[in-house]
């Protein structure tokens, strides 16, 4: 799998996500939610563009 694919960021922050719920040491805390923002902020675009894109296929495919 592409580590740069929207599935790899969905599967990074569930995984980040998951971490930082089961992490108890505050220093690896903070430093686990700032790669998770990091990565769902990136997913979040990703997410706009690929929402952009199948609204720009549906439109192409209705009839004027």
């Given amino acids: ?3 740069e694919s929207i599935q790899s960021y969905r599967m990074r922050v569930f995984m ?3 971490e930082l719920r089961r992490e108890t040491n505050p220093t690896h805390r ?3 939610a700032l790669y998770l ?3 769902a902020t990136t997913l979040a675009r990703m997410e706009v563009l690929e ?3 199948a ?3 549906q439109h192409s495919e209705s009839p004027v």
Avoid: G, I, R, Y
């Fill in 30 to 32: 903070a430093m686990t």
């Fill in 37 to 39: 923002a990091e990565a």
């Fill in 51 to 53: 929402a952009q894109k």
């Fill in 16 to 18: 980040l996500s998951q």
């Fill in 55 to 57: 609204e720009t296929a």
């Fill in 1 to 3: 799998m592409d580590p």
